[in-house]
Nanobody, 126 residues
Framework: QVQLVESGGGVVEPGGSLKLSCTSP????????TGWFRQAPGQEREALSC????????ETADSVKGRFTVSRDNAKNMVYLQMANLQPGDSAVYFCATDLIMQSCTVILNGGAGSWGQGTQVSVSS
């Protein structure tokens, strides 16, 4: 089991930006393909973006492409989700997720992640 911790959420006005962080206290995220997801009340979990282990290759959902960017800083053991031009529809709990076995972004984004963080709340409101 990979322990994951998200941070960086908060309240922001429409059009604003936030940068979410994901780290692990027990493993190096450099070695783990990591995805970002969100879930709003009453809605299904939505896959957003993913970054491949030991690489900078990324995949991003069409719904947020151009606004959300995933990156990593291996020296800090961090994976980030930079979110721009946030809208009320972006309000949700945001999670990072990975898996000890599955290291494909396609698999991770389609439900293959076995390890999840506790989530960080993003609220977009005027």
């Amino acid at each position: 089991q990979v322990q994951l911790v998200e941070s960086g959420g908060g309240v922001v006005e429409p059009g604003g930006s936030l940068k979410l962080s994901c780290t692990s206290p027990n493993l190096a995220l450099e070695d783990l393909t990591t995805g970002w997801f969100r879930q709003a009340p009453g809605q299904e979990r939505e896959a957003l973006s993913c970054i491949v282990h030991n690489d900078e290759k990324t995949e991003t959902a069409d719904s947020v492409k151009g606004r959300f960017t995933v990156s990593r800083d291996n020296a800090k053991n961090m994976v980030y989700l930079q979110m721009a031009n946030l809208q009320p529809g972006d309000s949700a709990v945001y999670f990072c997720a990975t898996d000890l076995i599955m290291q494909s972004c396609t698999v991770i984004l389609n439900g293959g992640a076995g390890s999840w963080g506790q989530g960080t709340q993003v609220s977009v409101s005027s």
